[in-house]
């Protein structure tokens, strides 16, 4: 199954104990949720990779009798356009110094991640990733020139073990599954999520 386009990348703030979301002051929204989409001006790429780890070979009688593989340790690198700057340094694990400065903690945040793609049999596909760190390992500043010179967002995100998905790292939906239900993954995925009366997409208020 193909995979077309980039439809929705969504986060939230979990507790790194319980993996449960946070919502309000402490997380990125009311609810909790927070959909990187056109308040943000949208997510340009998700290179989703390390969803298998390394492999090793038996043999037996002189011949490759099977392939073992080791833990999976999948890694996303995130390109936005322009997502809110508080937003992100609460992603990143940033305190803020309540004026208008950000220092880095002494650990990082625990994030969740849902990815949204598309598929060229209909439907969405969606990787989520119940706990995660990110780093900002850059800023590559350039001057203007006849063009202005912008800097997308960029984030690495790790992903760590996740109890809602019996200790595995990761998982995969379909949305035309006949047994798929939204608010089931967006639970499981975002520690324990249910909708509020808001839109969900959070403003980070």
């Not at 909790?32 to 969803?51: E, Q």
């Not at 006849?146 to 967002?153: L, V």
């Amino acid at each position: 199954m193909a995979l077309v386009g980039l439809n929705m990348v969504s986060f939230a703030l979990i507790d790194p104990i319980t993996q449960q979301i946070l919502k309000g002051e402490d997380g990125l929204s009311t609810d909790g949720l927070y959909k990187v989409d056109t308040k943000d001006m949208g997510s340009k790429t998700a290179n989703i990779t390390g969803l298998v780890g390394s492999s090793a070979k038996k043999y037996g009688n002189n011949v490759a009798q099977m392939v073992t593989y080791g833990a999976a340790a999948p890694q996303i690198a995130w390109d936005g356009l322009n997502l809110d700057f508080d937003t992100k340094q609460k992603i990143k694990g940033f305190v803020p110094d309540n004026k208008g400065g950000w220092t880095p903690a002494d650990e990082p945040a625990h994030i969740a991640v849902l990815i949204e793609s598309g598929s060229l049999s209909g439907g969405s596909v969606y990787f989520g990733f119940g706990n995660c760190t990110a780093v900002e390992s850059e800023a590559n500043i350039q001057t203007n020139d006849d063009n202005k010179q912008i800097i997308d967002d960029t984030l690495t995100i790790s992903a760590l073990d996740t109890i809602a998905f019996g200790h595995k790292p990761f998982k995969i939906y379909y949305s035309k599954d006949t047994s798929f239900d939204e608010a089931a993954m967006l639970k499981d995925v975002m520690g324990g999520y249910v909708a509020g009366t808001g839109t969900g997409t959070g403003t980070g208020n």
